[in-house]
């Protein structure tokens, strides 16, 4: 059975760093992108950053520049580096798995940026 397991969110004050760890247990064959989305109270959950099976990312307009996609294949983890932080950050963070044929999403964590 696969499961994603995010970890790392916690309070942490504007300008502050954080790193999300997420780690996948069991198999999952034909991976197209891995990636982190996240979701703000009353908003839409929307792409924060992804990363290809040949290591292309990409990144939201609005973390550009301040937040880093990883991965570390033997352990199979993805991280999401986050630096710079700003109260507009404040989300539950998803870690997602693409197929071709389906997506996986792990449970959340969350993220609070504040003073």
């Known amino acids: 059975q696969v499961q994603l397991v995010e970890s790392g969110g916690v309070l942490v004050q504007p300008g502050g760093s954080l790193r999300l760890s997420c780690a996948l247990s069991g198999s999952i064959f034909g991976i197209r992108t891995v990636g982190w989305y996240r979701q703000a109270p009353g908003k839409q959950r929307d792409m924060v950053a992804t990363?290809?099976?040949?290591?292309?990312?990409n990144y939201a307009d609005s973390v550009n520049g301040r937040f880093t996609i990883s991965r570390y294949n033997a352990k199979n983890t993805v991280y999401l580096q986050m630096d710079s932080l700003r109260p507009e950050d404040t989300a539950v963070y998803y870690c997602n798995i693409n197929t071709w044929v389906a997506a996986y999403w792990g449970q959340g964590t969350h993220v609070t940026v504040s003073s």
């Open positions: 990363i290809t099976k040949g290591g292309t990312t």
